[in-house]
């Protein structure tokens, strides 16, 4: 039988109660400093922490990439490294497209960014399921390049 430990608060061995995990709350943990929440964490696991100024919270899952990919599309079509990629494809000059393993909640409601050495790279298209990217050269015409990367952030489906 595992043992068990039954506690509502940890508190820091100094002995001034003000620094510790205060798990008494119904469904959320608390991290707190100097008797200020500085995380939250509820039981659906949002995690919520103090930003930069000490006045506002930013909201973890809200502020992490839930998709990018870095690869050539210029010769090879390789791909150096990926992150919830299942699979990158080639759609013609400056056109590359990575399908998402887990696909976003809305076309629409998410943002995504993109970069390449070929001068500029857009957002190619909306879609839930795939980062669509378009590299184009100083001319504006659509151009391979082989350092492309494009990321996309908001709610996962």
């Known amino acids: 039988m595992a043992s068990e430990i039954k506690v509502d608060t940890i508190v820091n061995a100094g002995g001034d109660n003000d620094t510790g995990i205060d798990l008494a709350t119904n469904d959320q943990i608390l991290l707190k400093v100097a008797n200020a929440t500085k995380l939250t964490m509820n039981s659906t696991g949002q995690t919520t922490i103090v930003g930069e100024g000490g006045t506002t919270t930013t909201s973890v899952q809200q502020g992490l990439a839930k998709g990018w990919a870095y690869f050539d599309m210029a010769s090879s079509f390789t791909t150096y490294d990926t992150f919830n990629v299942s699979s990158i494809s080639d759609s013609g000059a400056g056109d590359g497209r990575a399908n998402l393993t887990n696909v976003m909640t809305s076309a629409t409601r998410r943002c995504m960014s993109a970069t390449?050495?070929?001068?500029?790279?857009?957002?190619?298209?909306?879609?839930?399921?795939?980062?669509?990217?378009?590299?184009?050269?100083?001319?504006?015409?659509?151009?391979?390049?082989?350092?492309?990367?494009?990321?996309?952030?908001?709610?996962?489906?």
């Not at 909306?126 to 908001?154: F, K, P, Y």
């Open 116 to 157: 390449s050495g070929a001068s500029h790279a857009t957002d190619g298209g909306e879609s839930a399921s795939q980062i669509q990217m378009v590299a184009r050269n100083n001319s504006h015409t659509n151009a391979d390049d082989t350092r492309n990367s494009a990321l996309v952030w908001g709610d996962l489906a």
